[in-house]
């Protein structure tokens, strides 16, 4: 069984529509991550979470709000997505956001946007 | 800005031969250097790492990588190919800009000819 654990794993949406996903860290980390991995292009990271504060943001469209209320918790709220965003979204967690920690990666949500 | 190459989108190995998974990074500073393995459907798995200290990496499975600073490269190989390896590997660098950040190479996917 995984540290982190992600919901829903599978999820369709319209463009118009609002949604999130949801991930829990059972690791007693202090950094969270998202992460997307689409067909064409390398794993991106899109936002670091460091005791639940916000240390990077890659250039990630408005459309993708993340949140993270406290160290085990983070969300992904998804609004008027276009289809390019269809892709699968990695959360994941270490012990603290410092170089050379390892990662730890969930299973992912797999996002279709129609 | 960091960056990682991996030679050969798909490799294939017959079951008993080596692995080698080939990836190049590019860093203007001292690397943190990652292996990960995403199995279908799952999220991805720390193979191994190398961060300080000796430059010959031993990770899980059976796995191991150099870290040749001279050559800028961290292959990754096994002596003796399992079905069970079948699986994409990610070689991944991080770069520290207030917030670790891996950066992905484009993956291998590693098929095994039984």
């Known amino acids: 069984e995984t540290g982190v654990t992600q919901t829903p794993r599978h999820l369709v949406m319209g463009m118009t529509n609002k949604k999130s996903l949801k991930c829990e860290q059972h690791?007693?980390?202090?950094?969270m991550y998202w992460y997307k991995q689409s067909a064409k292009k390398p794993l991106e990271l899109m936002f670091v979470?460091?005791?639940?504060?916000?240390?990077e943001n890659n250039s990630v469209p408005s459309r993708f709000s993340p949140e993270c209320p406290n160290s085990s918790h983070l969300f992904l709220h998804l609004h008027t997505l276009q289809p390019e965003d269809s892709a699968l979204y990695l959360c994941?967690?270490?012990?603290?956001?410092?170089?050379?920690?390892?990662?730890?990666f969930g299973e992912g949500s797999w996002l279709t946007v129609v | 800005a960091q960056s990682v190459t991996q030679l050969g989108s798909h490799v294939s190995v017959s079951e008993g031969a080596l692995v080698l998974l080939r990836c190049n990074y590019s860093?203007?500073?001292?690397?943190?250097l990652f292996w990960y393995v995403q199995y279908p459907n799952q999220g991805l798995q720390l193979l191994l790492k190398?961060?300080?200290?000796?430059?010959l990496v031993k990770g899980i499975n059976g796995f191991e990588a150099e870290f040749k600073k001279s050559e800028t490269s961290f292959h990754l190989t096994k002596p003796s190919a399992h079905m069970s390896d079948a699986a994409e590997y990610f070689c991944?660098?991080?770069?520290?800009?207030?917030?670790?950040?891996?950066?992905f190479g484009q993956g291998t996917r590693l098929t095994i000819n039984p």
């Open positions: 994941a967690s270490s012990q603290d956001p410092r170089p050379g920690n390892t990662i730890y």
């Open positions: 690791l007693g980390h202090n950094a």
């Open positions: 979470y460091s005791l639940e504060e916000r240390v």
């Open positions: 860093s203007s500073v001292p690397p943190y």
């Open positions: 190398y961060t300080t200290g000796a430059t």
């Open positions: 991944a660098v991080s770069h520290y800009q207030g917030a670790q950040k891996l950066v």
